[in-house]
């Protein structure tokens, strides 16, 4: 096609008379299975390869012999100044350059990485320009897609975790109510039943009073332990408890909290010995980071400075390793403060109040405390304590 081409009135003269470092630049350019094109004269005049075709797209085969800028006028904007800046005697680089083609199939995104080289006439001076191009719009489509499907899949994921202690709670809840209802069923028969006895003065059993009292004063003992069965069910996984690395428990946990909040940019600063080792249910203890850093995330949501950190040490007298774990939110409202880790104390339009109950559970329930600092306007630390993996847990685990 270059050899049928009539020449004569681009820059580069008829194909007889090419300058020397034209004709050789497209002479080396035919061998190479790289796109590649040249660019001629004041016109920029296009001369290109076998493996530029694909990437012209319909321009091809009009595109050969024509104006660089008026092939691709739709990104004039963006590709003048890169050349020009060639035609001065600059070299340029460009690992990623996104640009909006129309190849005939409409405007469309396009990214393609390449190198300028400037080519010198005889004269010396700046005669032409050399672009060897790779065209990367698949892989940087593709590695986009993938990038929201996985950001999707956290978030999924996230939600998840965030979903089943409700299912787990909702489960312990529905047993619970079940349980309850007889005792209080009973407790409420005979209760009635002695207003009724104290109602009639002339049927009046001091006795029959007494007893009824009893039983119910009975029954709300066996509701109270069929509440205390509440920590029975979380402790339960006693069983479970294995020597975990604090600092991989909390860095799994965090992958999981933070990146379904990926709205909210937050510094993260961990600070835990490798050596740390904690005895305890993984999941549960997830569980515990994960209500704790989800409330720390929420709490900095339009702060100026988003930081969270968590700190650890071994505690040098009890045998447990002590966790802090900081946000620079805006503290907690007086109205939740004083019942913080009782259910049901919320601030938020959406927040089932039970994140803070259930992290006391579990943290009681492994022998550990959990409590909350504030400071208006500053931000909140939780610190709980969790039973350090001493010998006897590495050889359970062993
Ligand atoms: N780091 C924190 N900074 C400020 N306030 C907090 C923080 N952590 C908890 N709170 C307050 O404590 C309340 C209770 O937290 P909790 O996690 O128990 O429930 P929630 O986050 O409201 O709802 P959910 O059950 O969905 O977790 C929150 O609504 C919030 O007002
Ligand atoms: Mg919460």
Same mark, same amino acid.
């Given at each position: 096609?270059?050899?049928?081409?009539?020449?004569?009135?681009?820059?580069?003269?008829?194909?007889?008379?090419?300058?020397?470092?034209?004709?050789? %630049?497209?002479?080396?350019?035919?061998?190479?299975?790289?796109?590649?094109?040249?660019?001629?004269?004041?016109?920029? *005049?296009?001369?290109?390869?076998?493996?530029?075709?694909?990437?012209?797209?319909?321009?091809?085969?009009?595109?050969?012999?024509?104006?660089?800028? @008026?092939?691709?006028?739709?990104?004039?904007?963006?590709?003048?100044?890169?050349?020009?800046?060639?035609?001065?005697?600059?070299?340029?680089?460009?690992?990623?350059?996104?640009? %909006?083609?129309?190849?005939?199939?409409?405007?469309?995104?396009?990214?393609?990485?390449?190198?300028?080289?400037?080519?010198?006439?005889?004269?010396?001076?700046?005669?032409?320009?050399?672009?060897?191009?790779?065209?990367?719009?698949?892989?940087?489509?593709?590695?986009?897609?993938?990038?929201?499907?996985?950001?999707?899949?956290? @978030?999924?994921?996230?939600?998840?975790?965030?979903?089943?202690?409700?299912?787990?709670?909702?489960? %312990?809840?529905?047993?619970?109510?079940? @349980?309850?209802?007889?005792?209080?069923?009973?407790?409420?028969?005979?209760?009635?039943?002695?207003?009724?006895?104290?109602?009639?003065?002339? @049927?009046?059993?001091?006795?029959?009073?007494?007893?009824?009292?009893?039983?119910?004063?009975?029954?709300?003992?066996?509701?109270?332990?069929?509440?205390?069965?509440?920590?029975?069910?979380?402790?339960?996984?006693?069983?479970?408890?294995?020597?975990?690395?604090?600092?991989?428990?909390?860095?799994?946990?965090?992958?999981?909290?933070?990146?379904?909040?990926?709205?909210?940019?937050?510094?993260?600063?961990?600070? &835990?010995?490798?050596?740390?080792?904690?005895?305890?249910?993984?999941?549960?203890?997830?569980?515990?980071?994960?209500?704790?850093?989800?409330?720390?995330?929420?709490?900095?949501?339009?702060?100026?400075?988003?930081?969270?950190? &968590?700190?650890?040490?071994?505690?040098?007298?009890?045998? %447990?390793?002590?966790?802090?774990?900081?946000? *620079?939110?805006?503290?907690?409202?007086?109205?939740?403060?004083?019942?913080?880790?009782?259910?049901?104390?919320?601030?938020?339009?959406?927040?089932?109040?039970?994140?803070?109950?259930?992290?006391? *559970? &579990?943290?009681?329930?492994?022998?550990?405390?959990?409590?909350?600092?504030?400071?208006?306007?500053?931000?909140?630390?939780?610190?709980?304590?969790?039973?350090?993996?001493?010998?006897?847990?590495?050889?359970?685990?062993?």
């Amino acid at each position: 096609m270059i050899a049928g081409h009539d020449w004569s009135r681009t820059a580069l003269g008829a194909r007889a008379r090419w300058p020397v470092g034209a004709a050789t %630049m497209v002479a080396m350019i035919l061998e190479s299975r790289q796109p590649m094109f040249l660019l001629w004269g004041p016109e920029r *005049t296009l001369v290109y390869n076998d493996a530029y075709v694909p990437l012209l797209g319909a321009k091809h085969p009009s595109a050969l012999g024509r104006p660089f800028l @008026e092939v691709w006028e739709e990104a004039v904007d963006s590709l003048k100044p890169l050349v020009d800046r060639v035609f001065e005697g600059h070299s340029n680089y460009m690992d990623h350059i996104h640009l %909006m083609l129309d190849r005939g199939e409409g405007l469309r995104e396009a990214h393609f990485s390449f190198s300028h080289s400037p080519v010198r006439d005889t004269d010396g001076r700046v005669g032409g320009l050399l672009c060897v191009c790779t065209e990367t719009t698949a892989g940087v489509l593709a590695e986009r897609s993938r990038r929201v499907v996985e950001e999707r899949m956290r @978030e999924i994921q996230s939600e998840l975790a965030h979903m089943s202690r409700f299912t787990a709670l909702g489960e %312990m809840a529905s047993a619970l109510a079940h @349980e309850l209802n007889q005792p209080l069923a009973a407790i409420s028969n005979y209760l009635t039943g002695c207003r009724e006895l104290l109602e009639d003065p002339g @049927e009046r059993d001091d006795a029959l009073v007494r007893d009824a009292i009893g039983e119910a004063a009975a029954q709300a003992l066996r509701a109270g332990e069929i509440i205390r069965s509440l920590r029975a069910f979380v402790s339960r996984a006693e069983a479970r408890r294995q020597p975990v690395p604090l600092e991989t428990l909390v860095s799994e946990t965090l992958a999981l909290a933070l990146l379904g909040s990926s709205h909210v940019e937050v510094r993260v600063n961990v600070r &835990i010995g490798s050596e740390l080792r904690v005895l305890v249910d993984r999941i549960q203890i997830q569980q515990v980071v994960l209500n704790i850093v989800r409330n720390a995330v929420e709490a900095m949501q339009g702060r100026p400075v988003r930081t969270l950190e &968590i700190v650890a040490s071994a505690s040098p007298h009890d045998g %447990m390793v002590d966790v802090a774990i900081s946000d *620079t939110g805006g503290g907690i409202h007086p109205a939740v403060a004083a019942k913080l880790f009782q259910p049901f104390q919320t601030t938020k339009p959406n927040g089932m109040g039970v994140g803070l109950s259930i992290c006391r *559970t &579990i943290v009681e329930a492994h022998g550990g405390r959990i409590a909350a600092e504030t400071r208006a306007d500053e931000g909140t630390t939780f610190r709980l304590s969790l039973p350090a993996a001493g010998e006897e847990g590495e050889r359970d685990a062993a």
